[in-house]
Nanobody, 123 residues
């Protein structure tokens, strides 16, 4: 299983980015998928999750600004990020969890991770 994350970059506060996570070796529609982020000196934290039935869950800090989605035909996970703030600066990781499961904020249930993509928001 391989997850290839992309789409990060440098953006001004208030701007938008869309992260992509292309999966190979698994059909993402059958699995819990998630996005996490890690800022320097901090623990990796939950951002968003999507279940195999397309239920979604978001961290309070991003709710209303970020949207997680999935294109089953492309086997790709997305994270649309609007209204970016300097506090959103981090390396963002996509993750693949168990099959046929609900959303989860617990990073320990995800068994495959992408390599990370850097998002930097300037003030």
């Amino acid at each position: 299983v391989q997850l290839q994350a992309s789409g990060g970059g440098l953006v001004q506060a208030g701007g938008s980015l869309r992260l992509s996570c292309a999966a190979s070796g698994r059909t993402v529609s059958r699995y819990v998928m998630g996005w996490f982020r890690q800022a320097p000196g901090k623990e990796r934290e939950f951002v968003a999750s999507i279940s195999w039935t397309s239920n979604t869950d978001y961290a309070d800090s991003v709710k209303g600004r970020f949207t997680i989605s999935r294109d089953n035909a492309k086997n790709t996970l997305y994270l649309q990020m609007n209204g970016l703030e300097p506090e959103d600066t981090a390396v963002y990781y996509c993750a693949n969890g168990p099959p046929y499961g609900g959303t989860s904020r617990n990073k320990h249930i995800y068994d495959y991770w992408g390599q990370g993509t850097q998002v930097t928001v300037s003030s």
